[in-house]
């Protein structure tokens, strides 16, 4: 018996018109289709993007999850990656990897990914599901928290590195991302969005405050939104029970009648 590991498979590669590869693992099956949306620094391999894929194995659904520019797989530099840029990406996946309707997971940044994917393509979108959004973070929670030194550092070097809790080196952030970012802020206006709506959402969530989806609801136009807050829940999501709920969540979204 050969006890040597299996490799998982490569990714494949769609490519965009400006030339750079974006990485992707597709599973074929029925619609709707799932597609996953990672967060600020995260990338396809993350456990709830696998937990996800998985649970659409098991179901037959077809999922689509990928790496957004200079993450992961993906080409490019992740400094040089912006919003705009990656819900670029988001809707070149939902346009060139998927067919008929599509629930959107999106985890984090992903959250803001997927509304922005959701107004360029309504139709394509039978649902969505955030996992702790984070909407307009870029000018509501990251400007709003960098010291004076900090924003003056910004506005020098063009970039300026913050403490991370989830590993030992500093983040960085790029004026290039807040100014973009201004650009695509939702929290603003009404979203002429109808599809089901779900959130979860930790509130001890140290970077993403549970405010945030509460003011997220108010801003959709669809009356079908629900949020779940977890008392003790963290910004990840990503312990057993909070992938048995996220399952239980996204199961739900795709047994609804279309």
Known sequence: MNDATVAPPAPRILTRTDGTAIAYH??????P???????????????????VEALCQARGQACLRFDYFGCGASSGT????????????AVAALDGLTEGPQVLVGSSMGGWIMLLAALARPGRVAGMLGIAPAPDFTEDLLMQGLSAEQKATL?????????????????PFTQALIEDGRR???LRRRMPLTCPVRILHGMRDPDVPW??????????ESDDVEI??????D?????????DRLGRTLEALLNAPQ
């Open 155 to 171: 506005e020098r070097d063009g970039v300026v590195y913050v403490h991370s809790l989830y590993g030992p080196d500093p983040t």
């Open 211 to 220: 405010q945030t989806s509460l003011k997220l609801c108010q801003m959709l």
């Open 78 to 89: 992740f400094t040089e990656g912006t919003i705009g840029r990656w819900a670029g990406d």
């Open 184 to 186: 695509h802020l939702v």
């Open 26 to 31: 597709r599973t074929p099956g029925k619609s």
């Open 33 to 51: 289709g799932v597609v996953f949306l990672p967060g600020f620094m995260s990338d396809m391999t993350s456990g709830k993007a696998l937990f």
């Open 235 to 243: 910004h990840r999501l990503s312990q057993p029970h909070d992938l």
């Open 228 to 233: 779940q807050f977890v008392k003790a829940g």
